[in-house]
């Protein structure tokens, strides 16, 4: 590297003057990005409401009961649970029009590779929710049967999603648009089938769903100066990297020559010291 500065005083000029205009252009591009920005924030409630079902009663046998229950937002998650069940009930709901998404890995904490909305990678298999009008779930133990599900795949289960427009109202007018597309009565029947004698009122299904309306819309920013900061960071990490190599080979080569020249003073001290001693 000193030999090439040697022969190019003006290359240490010139990838210094490099490097500043990448900053400058990498800055110009964060701060275009930033003011110009076709990506836009939308805002929905998230509110999760419990359900009152009415009971229909019990079939001839007394082995099955069934409720009912209604919605008419646009919604994202429905809850069904029941407490008291015993091995081997059947807890079958279904909804009067249009179709959910299930699987029973939903909500699991402890799920593992699982993806309720098909995604294809073409690495790994992944376990999806089933689509239909109705999901059951059996009873593998004594106690409490937890039945979930999603209504819609396009509403922000978080409450914060994000889509592509030329101006905010054309943001604004997909939001709306994609919110009020969630809306519907729906009549929810839920069904519990148990191979012993259910009694009245024995079972009380909890019912929660989560709702969402339209709160806010506004253009997607970022932080130009922080945004500057990380590419500078990154532009003096590459030049770094592109460094490192050719310094390293500088200080070994370095290092290889001064100790030549001490192994060359020291044969030449050696040789003067046996001159003298034969004379």
Known sequence: MKKALAQNPNLLRTMIGLGLTLILILSYAVYAATIDSSYYLYHTSNEGIEHEVVDQGLSDDNSTQTWTFTTNRAMTWVNVSIIGVEEGDVLTVSVSEGEWYHHEMLGDEDADLFNCFEVDDGYEEVSVCDLAASHNLVAESDGTLVLRGI????????GLGS???????EATDKAETMVSDGNGTRVWTITLESGDEIHPSEFSPDVVTVYHELTDVEVFKIDPVTEMMWSIAALIGCFGLALVIPLTIFIAARAKEKRDDRLREAALASEGDIEEAGL
């Open 163 to 169: 889509l592509f427009a030329d101006s905010l109202e």
């Open 151 to 158: 209504v819609s795949a396009d509403l922000p289960m978080g």
